[in-house]
């Protein structure tokens, strides 16, 4: 029910809105001292009305940063591929799901998320203790649990709209929070992350 509300929200954005937004994105994450100053970034290419990632994956090749992106397995789980610029990704439909942008280079392998400094993540909300309501797939919570058991510890940082900070999101056990969340207005750092 939650998750839909913010897709509703999120469907009547123009083309216009999501690029806009995307550009200021960009420039704000880059603001983010642990993010300009990686060296890997495990990204995502964003689909329709989800916060724009394009201009940022773009900026940070562009200072020579590592950027890699998911590929979608068969059972939700994520490997991930180097990002070369946008003419290196491939549409990619999977089932009855949406389609998606991925890498259509060399498989790196599941545990290749371990080596990032940073992971950006997808969402629809994050509250102010940092706790992300995902898209209800699954697939980042296995890649934080994975990060977990491997011992890594990258920052996580969810990009989304101003309207998406709200005061409280449902979590469960297994929800991690993120150390901040970007907007095209700012930067938020959160607490004890």
């Given amino acids: 029910m939650l998750r839909r509300e913010f897709l509703t929200v999120r469907n009547r954005l123009t083309a216009d809105d999501v690029r806009e937004a995307a550009v200021a994105l960009a420039d704000r994450a880059l603001e983010l001292p642990t993010l300009a100053h990686a060296h890997t970034v ?21 200072r020579d940063i590592e950027v890699l992106l998911p590929v979608l397995l068969p059972d939700n789980d994520l490997d991930w591929g180097t990002y070369d610029g946008e003419g290196s990704l491939a549409r990619v439909q999977h089932g009855g799901k949406m389609a998606l ?44 649990a994975r990060l977990e058991r491997a011992g890594a510890h990258p920052a996580l940082v969810v990009l989304l709209y ?32």
């Fill in 101 to 144: 942008f991925e890498p259509s280079g060399e498989r790196l392998g599941p545990d290749a998320v371990t080596a990032a400094d940073v992971v950006l993540l997808p969402g629809l909300a994050v509250d102010g203790r940092g706790m992300r309501l995902g898209r209800g797939g699954g697939s980042y919570d296995r890649v934080l």
């Fill in 42 to 62: 495990a990204a995502y290419v964003s689909v329709g009305s989800e916060p724009g990632t394009l201009a940022l994956l773009d900026a940070l090749r562009a």
């Fill in 162 to 193: 101003d309207s998406e900070v709200v005061e409280h999101v449902p979590t469960e056990a297994h929800d991690r929070p993120v150390r901040a969340v970007v907007t095209p207005s700012g930067v938020r750092r959160f607490a004890g992350s």
